[in-house]
């Protein structure tokens, strides 16, 4: 009716075709960090370069963020949703491009919403807990639904899109097969596959109902899709603090990878503890 739907007939610094909602989305955040007066210097998916906030030149933080993530789901109606990380700025900062590339355990705080059959917002501060809240629209307000959220160790759940499974690595297909096919005798049963391809909708129900999410490099995607600053650093810090892991495809820890410019990318496995530590057995393997 509005006519939001479909392209805006622009791309991005890393090549998405920008929706309609992606370009809104992200006026809306950028004028809602300005208007905080608590914010620096921006960085956003939907930006080529930093957004500084020249009107609060005393800010202290920095934001990294996915205005509209899933945006490829918009016109099919499927949930969509935020991704931010924030960071705090040493005394006197200039709020420089080179201050951002830094690795996600410099987060003070991170989180997502996710706009679905109701309004979810997850956050979490540095060496914290995870708290869940849900909108309630008679109130205007985020209600605390979901306190100190804690992972499942373990979940037979796994979400990936296989449709790139012919440019995965070796340690990627056999971890994958391994939850498919479990080995005979081994008891194990079958996972069960879930990928709905919004990331905040995927990370969203791993952080509730366990299991793991990847987003493998592959031959196609060396550097990975996911981008480390908006989607990889602040996923990984949540599921940290809800007990989790998050590791890049050298099965290095997320939170520790730098990135090498403000939109640089990653390959990622996000999950359940036990999940994780399946696929970083998997690849000490093969060495
Ligand atoms: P965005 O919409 O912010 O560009 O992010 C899209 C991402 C992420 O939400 C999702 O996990 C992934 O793209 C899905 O990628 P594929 O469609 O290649 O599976
Ligand atoms: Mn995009
Ligand atoms: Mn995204
Ligand atoms: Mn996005």
Known sequence: MAQLSGLAGSSNMTGDDQKKLDVIGNDIFIAAMKSSGRVKVIVSEE????????????AR??????????SSN???GVSVGT??????????SKGTKEELLVPGTELVAAGFTMYGASTQLVITMKGGSVNGFTMDNALGEFILTHPDMKMPKKRAIYSVNEGNSLYWEEPVKEYVNSLKYPAE?????????????SMVADAYRTLLYGGIFAYPADKKSPKGKLRILYECAPM??????AGGQAVNSKMQRMLTVIPESIHDRSGIFLGSYDEVQKVIDVHAKHG
Do not use: Q, T
């Not at 933080?61 to 899933?70: H, L, T």
């Not at 991704?83 to 006197?92: D, T, V």
């Not at 005798?185 to 391809?197: D, L, N, Q």
């Not at 990984?236 to 603090?241: D, G, I, P, S, T």
């Open 185 to 197: 005798g081994s008891g194990g049963k079958p996972y069960s596959g879930r990928y709905i391809g």
């Open 236 to 241: 990984a810090m949540v599921f940290e603090n």
């Open 61 to 70: 933080y920095a934001v990294a963020c996915d205005p509209i993530d899933g």
């Open 74 to 76: 918009l016109d099919a």
């Open 47 to 58: 930006e080529d370069e930093i957004i500084p906030c020249p009107d609060s030149p005393h």
């Open 83 to 92: 991704i931010f990380g924030i960071f705090k700025l040493a005394e006197g």
